[in-house]
């Protein structure tokens, strides 16, 4: 996957200005009302919910399909896979040899397919919408997560976004050194393995450069304030009830159809 | 508590000296020497003489028993540094390692937050110190964005939120192009002249701090101190001066001797032409150059110029056949290319390092193996040459650039210096007739300066064709040949020899 699915759209939306603990808790509501039964209800009102939320986002519907088309295309192969291979009840629709696809077996393909979707996308519209550095903030101040593993992990995670850059770079010079990917398959997978290896080194340096650097800036030393408060504000009231408000739909539409069917039963 | 009130810090060595664990010798030992508050110190000494170790020491990052064993004592202000963290504040050479957070207003506020200062402040703090080394950019604007000049004021403006009474920088200037080394020379200067924060700067290049600082310190190779003094004595001595000159230190009004004459050889065949070159950092990436039009003959040398960010790296990427071009082309004549094709872009690695060699900025980038020995080796052996024929040539090389003694040592481990010196041999060793640099001069002492020009004019002396991105004007001079001048998007060749 690209570097870029990771990295935030600051557009200023709506979802933008929102606490990221409020939006972490709405995802995670969310998430759990689909994975809790695998029926094609539940998914498709909470797939519906999203879909219309999209606009919260601030990013056009190109832009995102751009960026999570290998969701979209696992989703469908997972679904197509399912119904080809789940049991075979309810009225033949398809019969080509191996082929069988009857009303059962589609449904259930159908239902595995929004489900994927439907989990995948809060983790997205979460990413696309919280700048790392809030999260660190909300989590380090709002949940008290202790400050040296918050700001390491959002540390290790710039250095992470810098890697792409790096590895492009160890590849011209091991091209100009003349251990660039010419020949067998094998040479090639060696040479891989070999800037693999050079990228890790570098990346270790580098940490160990810039912990040094964070020391000698006052890190860890003891307690320490936050420049950026965190705080919630009516936004996240309506982003935590929106998320409580799809999963509870969710679950009530699907009990109401006589789908409902849990996974732990 | 503003920042006009700063209290100045006083920093004593006593016997000091420090040996770093698993190293057999003291990396320094016998400082003894008092820094009174408020001065602005500058320190020099040979490469290895411990100038870094001591600035970490001051710093208080330089660990526990763990990292190495520490003889007589350091104290700021008659403590221990590390119970004094955050009266000093340290910048190093590197701008790309001391960045932690992703966007401006955070990174300078981030020293701050670990001292406990309460917010508000700390964001008078950050608008007052951004303004202070001049960087006018939006807080929220990427880390990432921002020149090497820009990069090297945001790591000042982000110690001096914490407001040091003590200020060291450790090479500060050594990776920038003059324009940056200006704007941070002059930064710092404003801010002692409004804090009155005690400074300790090392740096090779004498001159930049010379008329700034109102003390000089030695550091001996042997240990202790050489001189001590007002920059005038201290420098005008003429003991001092020699001992200064053969340590590699750049002393103002004296160039380092050149063991060879420039070549007055006449430019022979062309072996590399571009036409019509434009240049791009990734595929699909804008161009940054356009209609770049050289010729590069057998023995003769050219040096690209301008401003960072012109695009100057790209070209020589391009021109050394590990880029693409963007439009036009790259051609290799057939003596260049013996069979390989005319586009270097499409040579395997294993030909291209025996055409076309590529000296990186950072030299780190190109150390593939565990040992120098085998650093040297890599490229013959990649293009399958005879030990026969790669050994002596080889052995030579070593010895020219002074690595003979350091085969076995791990390439990561050398000094700045030395890496220097490696990155070029290794490119030697498979005789490439073209030779690009980037940047070869960055950061390095005056030996080592001294040592390549000598190398490179060997080179052009010997028929090959040596290309060189640089910001320095003492080395295009000395190595001669034709300049080419990188700006806004285009190129032209403005003087040729």
Redesign the interface.
């Known amino acids: 996957m690209s570097a870029d699915l990771s990295a935030p759209v600051l557009s200023g939306a709506v979802l933008m200005r929102a606490n990221p603990l409020s939006k972490l808790f709405a995802a995670g509501i969310v998430t759990v009302a689909v994975i809790l039964s695998i029926d094609w209800v539940s998914a498709a009102v909470v797939l519906s919910g999203e879909l219309l939320l999209m606009p919260l986002l601030g990013v056009s519907p190109r832009k995102l399909l751009l960026r999570i088309w290998p969701l979209v295309a696992a989703a469908a192969i997972g679904g197509y896979g399912t119904a080809l291979l789940a049991e075979k009840t309810g009225r033949v629709l398809l019969d080509a040899g191996p082929f069988l696809f009857t009303e059962g077996s589609v449904g259930a393909g159908i239902a595995v397919a929004l489900r994927g979707l439907a989990v995948a996308l809060p983790g997205i519209f979460l990413l696309l919408s919280t700048d790392p550095t809030d999260l660190a903030d909300a989590l380090g101040q709002k949940l008290r997560l202790p400050h040296r593993f918050v700001l390491s992990a959002l540390t290790a995670m710039r250095l992470a976004g810098l890697l792409l850059d790096q590895w492009r770079m160890l590849g011209l010079a091991r091209h100009a050194r003349g251990a660039g990917p010419d020949g067998s398959p094998i040479a090639r997978v060696r040479d891989f393995l070999g800037q693999s290896f050079g990228l890790l080194v570098q990346a270790i340096r580098r940490a160990t450069r810039l912990a040094v650097a964070m020391e000698a800036r006052g890190f860890g030393a003891g307690p320490r304030t936050w420049a950026r408060e965190s705080t919630f504000s009516a936004v996240d009231l309506w982003v935590a009830t929106a998320g409580a408000a799809l999963a509870a739909a969710a679950v009530t539409a699907a009990v109401a159809a006589g789908t409902w069917n849990l996974l732990l039963t | 508590m503003t920042a006009g009130s700063t209290r100045p810090v006083a920093a004593t060595a006593e016997g000091w000296g420090w040996r770093h664990a698993g190293r057999p010798g003291f990396a320094v030992r016998g400082v003894d020497l008092h820094i009174e508050p408020g001065e602005r110190v500058l320190l020099l000494g040979a490469s290895g003489s411990g100038k870094s170790t001591l600035l970490?020491a001051l710093?208080?990052?330089l660990g526990d028993a763990e990292e190495g064993e520490q003889e007589g004592r350091i104290l700021l202000d008659g403590e221990p540094p590390a119970a004094r963290?955050?009266r000093a504040?340290?910048v190093?050479q590197?701008p790309d390692?001391?960045i932690?957070?992703?966007?401006v207003g955070?990174e300078v506020?981030?020293?701050?937050?670990?001292?406990?200062?309460?917010?508000p402040e700390?964001?008078r703090r950050?608008r007052e110190t951004l303004d202070d080394v001049g960087l006018d950019v939006p807080l929220d604007r990427s880390t990432?964005a921002l020149s090497g000049g820009q990069k090297q004021r945001l790591a000042l403006a982000?110690?001096l939120a914490?407001r040091p009474g003590l200020l060291l920088l450790d090479e500060p200037t050594a990776n920038l192009d003059p324009q940056g080394v200006t704007e941070v020379r002059d930064a710092v200067v404003r801010i002692l002249d409004r804090t009155h924060a005690t400074l300790v700067v090392v740096e090779h290049r004498v001159a930049v701090w010379a008329d700034v600082v109102d003390r000089v310190i030695v550091l001996g190779s042997g240990g202790g101190i050489l001189a001590d003094g007002p920059p005038a004595a201290v420098l005008g001595d003429p003991a001092t001066r020699s001992v200064l000159a053969a340590a590699g230190v750049w002393i103002p009004g004296w160039c380092p001797p050149l063991a060879e004459a420039p070549g007055t050889r006449t430019p022979g065949p062309e072996l590399l032409a571009a036409r019509g070159l434009s240049v791009a950092r990734?595929r699909r990436g804008p161009a940054v150059l356009k209609g770049v039009e050289l010729s590069l003959p057998e023995g003769s040398a050219l040096s690209i110029v301008g401003a960072n960010g012109s695009g100057k790296s790209t070209l020589a990427?391009t021109l050394?056949g590990?880029?693409r071009a963007r439009a036009g082309t790259v051609t290799a004549a057939d003596t260049l290319a013996r069979g390989a094709g005319a586009d270097p872009a499409r040579w395997?690695?294993?030909r291209?390092?025996q055409r076309i060699?590529?000296v990186?900025q950072d030299p780190?980038?190109?150390f593939?193996t565990g040992t120098v020995a085998q650093e040297l080796e890599?490229?013959p052996r990649?293009?399958r040459l005879p030990a026969a024929e790669y050994g002596p040539r080889i052995e030579a090389l070593a010895e020219r650039l002074r690595l003979t003694h350091l085969l076995r040592a791990n390439p990561?481990t050398l000094s700045g210096g030395e890496k220097r010196r490696l990155s070029v041999a290794?490119?030697l060793a498979?005789r490439p007739a073209v030779l690009v640099l980037d940047e070869p001069t960055f950061g390095q002492d005056a030996g080592t300066w001294a040592e390549l020009v000598g190398l490179l004019r060997g080179l052009v002396a010997e028929g090959r064709s040596v290309v060189s991105v640089t910001h320095d004007d003492d080395f295009t001079r000395a190595l001669g040949g034709g300049i080419l001048e990188v700006r806004a998007g285009s190129a032209g060749l403005t003087a040729a020899a």
């Open positions: 970490s710093a208080g990052v963290r955050g504040g340290l190093l590197d390692s001391q932690v957070l992703a966007r955070d506020a981030f020293g701050a937050e670990n001292l406990s200062v309460p917010p700390i964001w950050v990432s982000a110690v914490m990734t990427l050394a590990l880029l395997k690695s294993a291209l390092v060699g590529s990186f780190e980038h190109q593939l890599f490229g990649s293009a990561f290794t490119v498979t």
